[in-house]
């Protein structure tokens, strides 16, 4: 079983950054792809970014150039070491949601039924 938990979501002023991470806990296999996903109020969950075990990252359009995903993926076997963060620049109102880290192993899934496990999620405020 795994076990995501989110952190580092608030309230910041549309321009400002924010980063959020996402620690596991459980066996992650190295072929497991994770994702962030977010959803706002009254909207459907959507995807946002993605990296895989060797590096690969893939993002929505709407965040690309204003995100960056990264991870800290030293030892299946490690699991204190196995976290992922998301680095969130020029922030705008429209980026506020609660945003939820995912793994799975469909490598560089958009789908969030491609993803096995989930965190509780984090909320991420934006105001104008």
């Known amino acids: 079983q795994v076990q995501l938990v989110e952190s580092g979501g608030g309230l910041v002023q549309a321009g400002g950054s924010l980063t959020l991470s996402c620690a596991a806990s459980?066996?992650?296999?190295?072929?497991?792809?994770w994702g962030w996903f977010r959803q706002a109020p009254g909207k459907e969950r959507d995807f946002v970014a993605a990296?895989?075990?060797?590096?690969?990252?893939?993002?929505?359009?709407?965040?690309k150039g204003r995100f960056a995903i990264s991870g800290d993926f030293t030892s299946s076997r490690d699991n204190a070491k196995n976290t992922m963060s998301l680095e969130m620049n020029s922030l705008s109102p429209e980026d506020t949601a609660v945003y939820y880290c995912a793994v799975g192993n469909v490598v560089g899934a958009h789908q969030g039924s491609d993803y096995d496990y989930w965190g509780q999620g984090t909320q991420v405020t934006v105001s104008s």
């Open positions: 459980g066996r992650i296999f190295s072929w497991y792809t």
């Open positions: 990296i895989t075990w060797s590096g690969n990252t893939y993002y929505a359009d709407s965040v």
